[in-house]
């Protein structure tokens, strides 16, 4: 969505990086490139105005006149006023104290309201609520049979007492839903309703009445991201006409602009509070501010891969093949499983599009071809469970076996065998630097000419103390065991001055 305006943004800046200084023309260069960019990007212009007058405002004053990188301090300018136009923070949910508590959803027809009816329910009870899907929108051929599967994907219940397809009143079942949560111990209302194609009388008194009828905590208005300055006119028609808490944005994962994320929050004075970002159920996630302007200025996204890593991956099975991972034990079967977690993720194109300075591999990430990782579980699923177990009993002949097996050549089970090899022994190696459990440490032995014996010695020795240290230098025996060892000359110890006395250095307070 936001990859065209991430790319301008990303030039624009990059090109102050390599000054020491920022004079005032080019602190305005700069400012006009950035409303150019927010223009073509779809961003409303009283919002491209006032973001523009308040960066300009603070990259001319002393903020960054008195930095010692005035390139980064204007970065940081535009970090802060996006996350400002986005919300500032991300803002909750707010449920009632004693519920039932109710969220309406309200928007155009084509918005999503019903598949984010959804995912929303899906949201929740993972959240360890007890939702209850509402079908109100009556007038949609087929909306009730399309709320009814997306709940049962879901696994939440669906309140349909009425067919719909014209039959019934949205309002009736809307009241009767809340006596139905209270009798059933749903702790969540969610009341999906009708849409239009475009702003009508109609659509606005429905709303409204149902509104009236439920009384909800929450009215959420869904906006599709992909309407550009549409967005921002029908958002304020629906303020005005019914009134809404908080913006749902859906569709995050189009080619468009993105300028309606960046508009309707500023205009309308409401907060977003969650994002859509593709078709399946589990493409949702609260809005956060902070992380989406750092997705736009192309420095990443860590805090969200995080946290789909928590989701997706056992934390036991995890510390289970880090164990493996330091001894040298890891079977091509813990392979397949932490494979099949990142899968689980999503695609393997957008979690590396969440490190930071991944806007730079753009070409190559969409090279990543999501068939090789198929191709790689194919083989390891066509051996038994004895050669996941031992690769090292995967001869000529069972190697001709899984390729026929697996549908590739006999190359492509020497490459996978092979790089494992290659991946476990440097993992290893690692595991023994960070002092992991088990792990086989990567530092060579200590020359015989360095132990300091009479005669013996070819080069000046440094007396050790505390596990390797030399004498003079502070006591760090609280650190773990594998940082108290340092390997010989480690940061030119051995090729010091003479006279160089390491106690009179002043280190940081704990």
Not at 241 to 246: A, D, E, K, Q
Not at 287 to 312: K, N, V
Not at 448 to 465: A, D, H, L, M, N
Request: aromatic residues 4%.
């Amino acid at each position: 969505m936001f990859d065209t305006l991430s790319d301008r943004l990303s030039s624009v800046l990059q090109n102050l990086r390599g000054k020491g200084r920022l004079s005032d023309a080019d602190i305005d260069t700069t400012a006009r490139e950035i409303r150019i960019a927010l223009l073509e990007a779809d961003v409303a212009l009283p919002v491209v105005r006032a973001f523009i007058a308040k960066v300009k405002e603070r990259a001319k004053g002393a903020e960054v006149s008195a930095a010692l990188n005035p390139a980064q301090q204007v970065v940081k300018i535009v970090n802060d006023e996006l996350i400002a136009i986005l919300g500032g923070e991300t803002r909750r949910l707010n449920l009632a104290k004693t519920p039932p508590s109710v969220i309406m959803l309200a928007g155009l027809q084509g918005a999503g309201k019903t598949t984010l009816a959804g995912k929303l329910a899906r949201w929740l009870k993972a959240q360890g609520h007890a939702p209850l899907l509402v079908a109100c929108d009556l007038q949609r051929p087929n909306a009730v049979t399309q709320l009814q599967v997306v709940g049962e994907r879901a696994g939440v219940t669906v309140f349909a007492p009425e067919p719909g397809n014209g039959v019934g009143d949205p309002v009736e079942v809307a009241r009767r839903s809340i006596d139905e949560a209270k009798r059933s111990h749903y702790d969540v209302v969610v009341v999906d309703t009708a849409g239009r194609l475009g702003v009508d009388e109609e659509m606005m008194r429905q709303a409204a009445d149902i509104r009236a009828a439920t009384n909800p905590d929450e009215v959420l208005f869904v906006v599709d991201a992909m309407i550009g300055q549409d967005a921002v006119t029908t958002a304020e028609a629906f303020r005005d006409g019914v009134g809404f808490t908080g913006v749902v944005l859906t569709k995050l994962d189009g080619d468009a602009r993105g300028g309606a994320a960046l508009s309707v929050r500023e205009v309308t004075g409401v907060p977003i509070l969650f994002a859509s970002n593709g078709e399946k159920l589990e493409d949702f996630d609260a809005f956060h501010p902070d992380r989406m302007a750092s997705r736009i200025l192309g420095m990443g996204d860590l805090l969200t891969l995080i946290e789909q890593a928590e989701q997706h991956f056992d934390q036991a099975q995890a510390e289970k093949a880090a164990a493996k991972i330091g001894t040298g034990e890891l079977t091509l079967e813990d392979f397949l499983e932490q494979m099949l977690a990142v899968r689980k993720m999503g695609p393997i194109a957008n979690l590396l599009g969440m490190l930071p300075g991944a806007g730079q591999m753009k070409d190559a990430l969409a090279q990543v071809d999501e068939k090789h990782i198929d191709r790689l579980q194919a083989i390891i699923r066509g051996m038994t469970p004895a050669e996941r177990q031992d690769p090292k009993i995967i001869n000529a002949s069972r190697r001709v076996r899984i390729a026929n097996g697996s549908g590739v050549q006999v190359r492509d089970v020497n490459d996978l065998v092979n790089r494992f090899y290659e991946a476990r022994k440097m993992m290893q190696q690692m595991a023994g630097r960070f002092g992991m459990p088990g792990g086989r440490s990567a530092t060579k032995k200590q020359p015989k000419g360095r132990k300091g014996k009479k005669g013996k010695g070819k080069g000046p020795t440094q007396p050790r103390v505390r596990g390797g240290f030399p004498a003079g230098m502070p006591d760090l025996s609280g650190m773990p065991p594998s940082l108290q060892q340092l390997p010989p000359g480690f940061g030119g110890m051995d090729q010091l001055p003479p006279g160089f006395d390491p106690s009179k250095l002043k280190f940081p307070k704990k």
